[in-house]
């Protein structure tokens, strides 16, 4: 979070702005309210998993069709990926899917209620590759611990990257939080049974490496 006030209410009223306009879109309009999740969907969901940066939606689709009793929360703030993702959602007429298009790495602890997702999902994040631009990288160590914050007990967190020395910081970073446990192994390069984005794919088909993460918060 920033710490000079007037850039933070700046940023605040840009990041409530959005042309796009859908009733499965969450968008926040008082600061320091938290979002409803709970009232957000239908009835009969009974977890809730957070996406952050969906893309054009592959996977949270995909996942959406087969457990519909799941809550599926997409934070992307490239409108016309949501868009994309509309249609789809409207298509196979799920109803078990809701956006955010806010920035999340401004306002992410202001926005959700805490303990509140069975999973977070961080496909390919940009990987910032020069040095100098490392600060700009998603997962760090405040990143990290809110994430943590909106984990349920039990909770999971996957991540995936193609880019090497990003894995290696992220797993590094990972080791110095407790709540963060891992089984047998710290990463794999195949995760099954998962759906790959057309990204994925992509990085695939390049014969690239793709690293993949799983982390589980202790009950």
Do not use: C
Request: net charge positive; charged share 30%; proline share 6%.
């Amino acid at each position: 979070m920033l710490v000079n006030p007037e850039i933070q209410e700046k940023l605040w009223k840009f990041t409530i702005r959005t042309s796009y306009k859908s009733d499965y879109l969450l968008q926040p309009n008082e600061r320091g309210k938290k979002i409803d999740l709970k009232n957000s969907f239908p009835s009969r969901t009974k977890n809730f998993v957070l996406e952050l940066g969906s893309g054009w939606g592959e996977v949270a689709i995909e996942l959406a069709k087969n457990d519909q009793e799941t809550g599926y929360l997409l934070m992307e703030k490239k409108v016309n990926r949501i868009i994309h993702t509309e249609k789809q959602r409207k298509t196979l007429g799920l109803e078990n899917i809701r956006y955010m298009t806010v920035n999340f790495q401004w306002f992410f602890d202001e926005l959700l209620e805490k303990e509140i997702f069975d999973k977070i999902i961080i496909n390919f994040p940009d990987p910032w590759p020069k040095k100098k631009h490392h600060k700009n990288r998603l997962m760090q160590p405040h990143m990290i611990q809110q994430i943590s914050s909106l984990l349920k007990p039990g909770g999971e967190l996957l991540f995936a990257t193609d880019y090497g020395p990003y894995a290696r910081k992220t797993i590094s970073l990972l080791r110095k939080f407790p709540e963060f446990l891992w089984k047998d192994k710290e990463y794999e390069f195949e995760r099954p049974g998962f759906p790959i984005s057309f990204f994925e794919a992509e990085k695939r088909s390049e014969g690239k490496r793709i690293y993949y993460l799983k982390r589980t918060k202790p009950l």
